[in-house]
């Protein structure tokens, strides 16, 4: 297994912060992950455990098609994507700081694909470098849009 985490503090209250993140999924991913050049629901409804999407992806410069669905659901404390069609969880955790929120995202690989075993560090820190731009980019865009509603 390979993973990665990464941890920043934002300015805004827990709830609203899961929203943005959880709840609000398929309208913001796209935006604080560019890699997704397409994102669509699979299942319908509300995001809520077991609810399914296709993403279509380009990571350094590797195009990948994949389902996931939320495998826990925990509001406002977190939320977890596990990989249907390929072997990944993403899991976005939230801390209540009382007017703020720290959010700590994790990414797992249960396994490389046997052509990128040989470059296996290369990986951990592109994994590591994806995590904290994910935290930081989240951080912007939430205390941007919530600054702008209030």
Do not use: C
Not at 67 to 93: I, M, T, W
């Amino acid at each position: 297994m390979i993973g990665a985490t990464a941890d920043i503090l934002v300015f805004e209250e827990i709830e609203r912060v899961f929203q943005f993140v959880a709840l609000d999924f398929l309208v913001n991913y796209p935006r604080w992950s560019p890699e997704v050049l397409r994102l669509e629901a699979v299942s319908s409804g509300p995001v809520r455990p077991g609810f399914q999407a296709r993403q279509v992806r380009v990571d350094q410069g590797h195009k990948t098609e994949s389902v996931f669905e939320v495998s826990e659901l925990e509001a406002p404390k977190r939320v977890r994507f596990q990989g249907v069609s390929a072997p990944y969880s993403s899991l976005y955790e939230f801390d209540d700081r009382s007017s703020s929120t720290t959010i700590r995202f994790s990414f797992e690989i249960a396994a490389l694909e046997p052509r990128l075993r040989p470059f296996e560090k290369l990986v951990r820190i592109a994994l590591q470098d994806g995590a904290r731009r994910t935290v930081k980019t989240l951080k912007l865009l939430i205390e941007k849009e919530m600054l702008a509603r209030d």
